[in-house]
């Protein structure tokens, strides 16, 4: 939801950082893609969205989380992660908000796309408004694609030979494959050859028939579903029946359903199985139990379900949620993992995304990342480091979160600080909270003072606007008050005259470059003359430039285009 709003504001203007680059000495850190050579671009990028250019000079080798469109014909590039696609771009007027990529007939082409959104099909069927993290495979006949985690495009696997690190993906001839894949790794093969073990974020098209394969987060494949009996684990998509389909999907969501009782509205990482009661609106990292008798459903991302234990033996990694009976578990899990269970026997080690509810008098865990679970406050002095999110009684928080915390309390009592992913309603009265991430809320701004770190987004009165932003923060202001410093995934429209802000990551705007000296971190867009650049990048970069200017140092998952010639550039 919250980086819907960012691509609400970018769409507005139509630009994503366009500015004079005379200005540019900035550091970028991390996710970072812009758009240049105007002449060319009518498209309008959001976040972690790459750019069109003229592939003349296109031999680069990227490394993640880039996207763009170009001239085939000059292509012999390497990409590593959630990388663009193929098409014709005399049919291309699309608008990419984030992350999104896909192979199409473009002369078909009128979808709008959200966020991190990746298939093949048959435009001619296509009309479909897809949001975020959607992933399937639709009209098999067309089919011959393998896509995975927000990438997709095909390419001749006589050259691949290729090892990849992180948020790799792409389509080869398995009879070359030997590559040692890191996470985030998607494609296609044969799977006579299949006896891979992966670790995160895979994804891939094989013959279900050989099926034996043992995935371990964010996993999404095209099979034959005569074959289909798989368990998945996280951020799955899947293809199904889709003469039941008429699901919307907002964010990270993936299930298979009975799409005659579907009505269901769905914001942000929410993933469910229901029955004929189910009409719920929810909001972000939403788990929950429903009427169970109706439930044998298996959920892929962040998800959060009953079942009965005494089946339960499985070890999960990443992603997973459900309720289970503790008595039977013993289970070492790895990351975004909740689940329900008799605390009397917990003494797990926990390291991300871990959620549950439990008996906070046996509490002594030390959690990660993205933990979220239900107890009595009366107990609690635990420190969460991220995606944390529970209810409890107000009147006994002071604890301090760091990411992706969510739950409802009273307002009175708040004085906690937030890091990431955090959203709930409250009396804006007594807000003087300082919030870090992923926060979301909506407020009475005459009482508003507070400084955000990350993912925010809400409606205020710009009149009382002195805050501090720094992640993925979205709103629409009166840039006459504006002089906000924005950490990360940022995106506004604003008076330019303003600004001398300072952008962490995954920021995007528009603004007057003659007031440019902005530092960015990670996830940045923008345009720029490379003549010059002189940046150093961290982290998940993607840029076009000049390279005889190129010195730059790069950390990790950071891809942009150079000069082959120059033997200087390496590759995190």
């Known amino acids: 939801m919250l980086m819907f709003l960012v691509l609400h504001v970018l769409m507005q203007d139509g630009t994503a950082g366009h500015h004079d680059d005379r200005k540019l000495n900035a550091s970028y850190n991390c996710l970072t893609a812009w758009h240049y050579d105007d002449s060319k671009l009518n498209v309008s990028y959001n976040c972690l969205t790459a750019w069109h250019h003229e592939d003349s000079e296109m031999n680069a080798s990227y490394n993640c989380l880039t996207t763009w469109h170009h001239d ?14 193929h098409h014709d771009d005399s ?19 009128n979808a709008s796309y959200n966020c991190l959104t990746a298939w093949h099909h048959d435009d001619s069927k296509l009309n479909a408004s897809y949001n975020c993290l959607t992933t399937w495979h639709h009209d098999d006949s067309k089919m011959n694609a393998s896509y995975n985690y927000l990438t997709a495009w095909p390419h001749d696997d006589s050259k691949m030979n290729a090892s990849y690190n992180c948020l790799t993906t792409w ?57 289909m009996n798989a368990s998945y684990n996280c951020l799955t998509a899947w293809h199904h029946d889709d003469s039941k389909m008429n699901a919307s999907y907002n964010c990270l969501t993936a299930w298979h359903h009975d799409d005659s009782k579907m009505n269901a509205s769905y ?41 009965d234990d005494s089946k339960m033996n499985a070890s999960y990694n990443c992603l997973t949620t459900w309720h289970h009976d503790d008595s039977k578990l013993n289970a070492s899990y790895n990351c975004l993992t909740a689940w329900h269970h008799d605390d009397s026997k917990m003494n797990a080690s926990y390291n991300c995304l871990t959620a549950w509810h439990h008996d906070d008098s046996k509490m002594n865990a030390s959690y990660n990342c993205l933990t979220a679970w239900h107890h009595d406050d009366s107990k609690m002095n635990a420190s969460y480091n991220c995606l944390t999110a529970w209810h409890h009684d107000d009147s006994k928080m002071n604890a ?41 809320w909506h407020h009475d701004d005459s009482k508003l003072n507070a400084s955000y770190n990350c993912l925010t987004a809400w409606h205020h009165d710009d009149s ?42 995954l920021t995007a705007w528009h603004y007057d470059d003659s007031k440019m000296n902005a530092s960015y971190n990670c996830l940045t ?48």
């Not at 085939?72 to 696609?85: F, G, H, M, P, Q």
């Not at 009879?175 to 006579?192: I, V």
């Not at 719920?280 to 892929?300: F, P, R």
């Not at 005889?548 to 390496?570: F, Q, V």
């Open 72 to 85: 085939d014909s000059k292509l012999n590039a390497s990409y590593n992660c959630l990388t663009a696609w």
């Open 91 to 109: 049919k291309m007027n699309a608008s990419y908000n984030c992350l999104t990529a896909w192979h199409h007939d473009d002369s078909k082409m």
């Open 171 to 227: 389509h080869h001839d398995d009879s070359k494959l030997n590559a040692s894949y890191n996470c985030l790794t998607a494609w296609h093969h044969d799977d006579s050859k299949m006896n891979a073990s992966y670790n995160c974020l895979t994804a891939w098209h094989h013959d279900d028939s050989k099926m034996n394969a043992s995935y371990n987060c964010l996993t999404a494949w095209h099979h034959d579903d005569s074959k």
């Open 267 to 307: 914001n942000c990482l929410t993933a469910w199985h229901h029955d004929s009661k189910m009409n719920a609106s929810y909001n972000c990292l939403t788990a929950w139990h429903h009427d169970d008798s109706k439930m044998n459903a298996s959920y892929n991302c962040l998800t959060a379900w009953p079942h």
């Open 400 to 440: 301090s979160y760091n990411c992706l915390t969510a739950w409802h309390h009273d307002d009175s009592k708040m004085n906690a600080s937030y890091n990431c992913l955090t959203a709930w309603p409250h009396d804006d009265s007594k807000m003087n909270a300082s919030y870090n991430c992923l926060t979301t």
């Open 464 to 505: 009382k606007m002195n805050a501090s932003y720094n992640c993925l923060t979205a709103w629409h202001h009166d840039d006459s008050k504006m002089n906000a410093s924005y950490n990360c995934l940022t995106a506004w429209h604003h008076d330019d005259s303003k600004m001398n802000a300072s952008y962490n990551c």
């Open 525 to 572: 867009a923008w345009h720029y003359d490379d003549s010059k650049m002189n940046a150093s990048y961290n982290c998940l970069t993607a840029w076009h430039h000049d390279d005889s200017k190129m010195n730059a140092s790069y950390n990790c998952l950071t891809a942009w285009h150079y000069d082959d010639n120059d033997s200087s550039h390496t590759q995190c």
